[in-house]
């Protein structure tokens, strides 16, 4: 954990700070790339991946059952030879898609309780998505990675990165984003899909998740 405040003169009161986050918005994202590069390096010599992921945000495996996994394969084909590293992917993206609140889920999800929300919501629509930078996560390689954002990485070991990061289809890895309203494309027929791939961890996620809850006296 890490104490996060504005910078002088502004004051660190909740009504000052949502207005600064909404008025200063390049001044907002400028100070957040301080913080992530400030983690990114403090943790370098710890972990050679380091994943920017925020808690409405899952990723969705389709030929993996663990990130690990995922991200093994990934090396696999990126092999790092000595005196190319200038020519490795300096992150690995998955882009987004959105899963809608606003859909019920699957008959195979309805019967899971309300607060484990992400796997409940199994449908997500298909309408098209623009992809850019800002609809894509990375998870940085420390290995290459010295300047990062939220989105992806400003500068590398070497200085200017030379290569960008590898971004991936979606049919075989995406970021599952839960916040977005599919509002009136998806009152038409076939406009939605089951991503069911979360379930197959119900099992294990359920009771865990429950015993936390019921220890913290929420449920």
């Known amino acids: 954990m890490v104490r996060f405040s504005y910078p002088e003169p502004y004051v660190n009161e909740p009504s000052i700070r949502r207005l600064w986050f909404l008025i200063e918005q390049r001044k907002r994202f400028a100070m957040q790339n301080v913080y992530f590069t400030d983690c990114g390096l403090r943790h370098m010599h710890e972990y050679r991946f380091i994943v920017h992921i925020d808690p409405d945000e ?49 008959p195979s999800a309805a019967s899971l309780p309300e607060y484990l929300w992400a796997m409940r919501h199994t449908k997500r629509s298909l309408e098209k998505m623009v992809v850019s930078p800002g609809k894509t ?13 939220s989105h992806d990485v400003l500068a590398c070991a ?8 590898h971004t991936y289809k979606r049919d075989v890895a995406y970021l599952a984003h ?42």
């Open 58 to 106: 899952i990723p969705m495996l389709r030929q993996h059952d663990t990130f690990p996994q995922w991200l093994s394969d990934q090396l696999e084909s990126h092999p790092i030879k000595p005196g190319q590293e200038k020519r490795q992917p300096p992150a690995h993206k998955l882009i987004w898609y959105y899963h809608q609140k606003n859909l019920e889920p699957a």
């Open 158 to 165: 070497y200085g200017k990165c030379e290569r960008g990061s």
């Open 178 to 219: 839960f916040r977005y309203d599919c509002q009136d494309f998806c009152k038409q027929p076939n406009s939605t899909v089951d991503e069911t791939m979360l379930l197959k961890y119900k099992d294990q996620v359920l009771p865990a998740v429950t015993k936390v809850l019921k220890d913290l006296q929420l449920i």
């Open 137 to 149: 996560k990375p998870v940085y390689d420390m290995d290459l990675a010295t300047g990062l954002f």
